[in-house]
């Protein structure tokens, strides 16, 4: 499973952290206003 968040949101990247999500990557995207960067974050799956 995997999942991007902003940069900026210090708050959501440690939420998902508790829940056992690691960043794996930063990826740059810029806009026509301003350069945004997200954290591309993974964690296990449960095999069903």
Do not use: Q
């Not at 210090?10 to 952290?17: F, K, L, P, Y």
């Not at 999500?21 to 301003?34: C, E, M, N, Q, S």
């Not at 997200?38 to 799956?45: A, E, L, N, Q, S």
């Amino acid at each position: 499973m995997w999942l991007d968040v902003p940069e900026e949101n210090e708050g959501g990247r440690r939420m998902h952290e508790r829940h056992g999500f690691t960043v794996v990557a930063a990826v740059p995207l810029a806009t026509d206003v301003r350069e945004i960067g997200f954290w591309v974050m993974t964690r296990p799956t449960a095999d069903r």
